[in-house]
């Protein structure tokens, strides 16, 4: 199955849309004695979320980017109404977020969650059987719910194998078995914690592909937590990054490098003299240079600010002493190169 782009003709979008609005999340911390006296029984808690904001359209697949321990899976937690904020407000579908009361009901309807360690299913049970106890939770019985068990299983190849307990799967065929029952009842929004966490190559393949057909085909909304860039590059129609509970920017995949601040040339050189490294280091917009000896010459990849003459600058200074520039190229965006550069910007 080929993946979906996001210039392709779409589905028409659902209404579904999510805006989150200043949001914060704290957890307590374990404290000794004198620490919970000092602070008066009120000692300070983790800020796992720091006055975090985004909007994602209906139709939109949004994806949360950061490396574990970021705050991805406790936005996704508020999201489904598993937790609330101690700050700001989650609108889901223009429903408020919340744990209890018709709200969450209403919530729960719209909603289809996968997360990434999932133990909620029951061992002894075969997958149809888990399957259709979880479907019978959302209100579908008889005909109709053995229907969309089959539709779903066809959807994670796992058709084959329903009928085997859910404790020989492998942890992959778990993992798929989770995305299964988030498609269950069909929902206009999807969360989705990491969702080809342990599945093989192939499969994991065909669940991205799998994602970004609900998305363009069927016009359904997604949030996608994940620490792969790849997977957040190929997939995301716009990607927050997001490192210490702080969101540090939004873009689309072909706009992050110019938030990263630069671009980033290889330069091929017939020689190296003495001060080159010197010169080139010298040159104001040089973030970053790289010094690789080749067969045949010398080859620097420079990673550049965006001003008008830093790369004309750079090319001045390395060939003061007749050094000889063979070839200039710009190289292709880097999905690890652009997430480090943004990654590493503390936080305001």
Known sequence: MNLAQPSEVRAPATS???AVEGVTKTFPINHDFLTWLRYRGQPPRFRAIDDVSFNVAGGELFGLLGENGAGKSTI???LSGLTTPDAGTIRVDGIIGSRSGSA???????IGMCTAEERSFYYRLSARENLRFFGSLYGLH?????????????????REKLDRNFETYSSGMRQRLAIARALLTDPPVLLLDEPTRAVDPVHARDIRALIRSLVVNEGKTAVLCTNLLEEAWELCDRIAVIAAGKIITIAKPAD???RAGGRRYAVSLDRMDAGLIERARAVVGLNKLIVEEMPRGMRLVADLDDGPRTLTDLLRAISA???????????EPNPF???ASLATVAPS
Do not use: F, T, W
């Open 256 to 258: 992050l490098l110019a």
């Open 76 to 78: 996704l937690q508020m």
């Open 321 to 331: 002493n007749g050094v000889e520039v063979k070839h200039v190229a710009p190289e």
């Open 104 to 110: 969450a009901r209403e919530l729960r309807q719209r």
């Open 16 to 18: 579904a849309s999510i």
């Open 142 to 158: 008889g005909s109709a719910l053995d229907a969309r068990v089959d539709i779903v299983a066809r959807h994670v190849d796992l």
């Open 337 to 339: 190169n652009v997430y």
